[in-house]
């Protein structure tokens, strides 16, 4: 059965880009939420309680059709709120930018740090309605896609390295209709240490 990992931080510690109160609402409570739903679903077929849960989001196609859809949404919202809060640290003095390898394959592909988050702050205000905006590895080099709902880049075979969630429950209580806000606020709390672990996991 699955868990509600705790933060690696405590609630206030990345205000005041994300407030206390939102990181309360969305740990505790939809997290959670998804969390229940997943073991919920998967009460009635045991085979599937045991399989991590990277293996059940590669194999959506697998799971019984009864609770498919519920293992989608509440297995990805599991999944991905899990990399979500790893992906966010609290502001270091300076700031924080990524560099080494991470950096390269980000100039690489955008040609500069500057594009590079242009284009996902771009990607992030474009989503319509619920979703993700992740830079992911594939194939070798990084990307950005967007998600709807809870769907995880995982699912169709590339490796997430920085996701933001964009669904109102993160960043409304805050910041109302305007989620440009939110997403340059984000920027601040970005733990790039994390996602240059999650390239170099990626790439051995
Ligand atoms: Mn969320």
Same mark, same amino acid.
């Given at each position: 059965?699955?868990?509600?990992?705790?933060?690696?931080?405590?609630?206030?510690?990345?205000?005041?880009?994300?407030?206390?109160?939102?990181?309360?609402?969305?740990?505790?409570?939809?997290? !959670? *939420?998804?969390?229940?739903? #997943?073991?919920?679903? %998967?009460?009635?077929?045991?085979?599937?309680?045991?399989?991590?849960? $990277? =293996?059940?989001?590669?194999?959506?196609?697998?799971?019984?059709?009864?609770?498919?859809?519920?293992?989608?949404?509440?297995?990805?919202?599991?999944?991905?709120?899990?990399?979500?809060?790893?992906?966010?640290?609290?502001?270091?003095?300076?700031? !924080? *930018?990524?560099?080494?390898? #991470?950096?390269?394959? %980000?100039?690489?592909?955008?040609?500069?740090?500057?594009?590079?988050? $242009? =284009?996902?702050?771009?990607?992030?205000?474009?989503?319509?309605?619920?979703?993700?905006?992740?830079?992911?590895?594939?194939?070798?080099?990084?990307?950005?896609?967007?998600?709807?709902?809870?769907?995880?880049?995982?699912?169709?075979?590339?490796?997430?390295?920085?996701?933001?969630?964009?669904?109102?429950?993160?960043?409304?209580?805050?910041?109302?209709?305007?989620?440009?806000?939110?997403?340059?606020?984000?920027?601040?709390?970005?733990?790039?240490?994390?996602?240059?672990?999650?390239?170099?996991?990626?790439?051995?």
């Amino acid at each position: 059965m699955f868990s509600l990992p705790d933060l690696p931080y405590n609630y206030d510690a990345l205000a005041p880009y994300i407030s206390e109160q939102i990181q309360q609402l969305h740990h505790n409570k939809h997290h !959670q *939420a998804y969390v229940n739903n #997943l073991n919920k679903a %998967l009460e009635k077929y045991p085979e599937w309680q045991n399989k991590s849960i $990277e =293996e059940i989001i590669t194999s959506l196609d697998k799971v019984p059709e009864d609770v498919r859809l519920t293992v989608r949404n509440n297995g990805g919202g599991h999944y991905n709120h899990s990399m979500f809060w790893e992906m966010m640290a609290p502001k270091k003095g300076n700031g !924080q *930018a990524p560099s080494g390898t #991470l950096l390269d394959k %980000l100039q690489h592909t955008f040609g500069d740090y500057k594009t590079f988050q $242009e =284009e996902f702050s771009t990607g992030a205000g474009k989503i319509f309605g619920s979703g993700w905006e992740w830079l992911v590895l594939d194939k070798g080099e990084v990307k950005l896609v967007s998600t709807p709902n809870q769907d995880s880049p995982l699912t169709q075979g590339m490796t997430p390295l920085l996701g933001l969630d964009v669904w109102e429950h993160a960043y409304y209580l805050q910041y109302y209709n305007v989620r440009a806000d939110y997403v340059t606020a984000w920027w601040n709390i970005v733990n790039w240490d994390d996602v240059a672990r999650r390239l170099n996991t990626a790439m051995r």
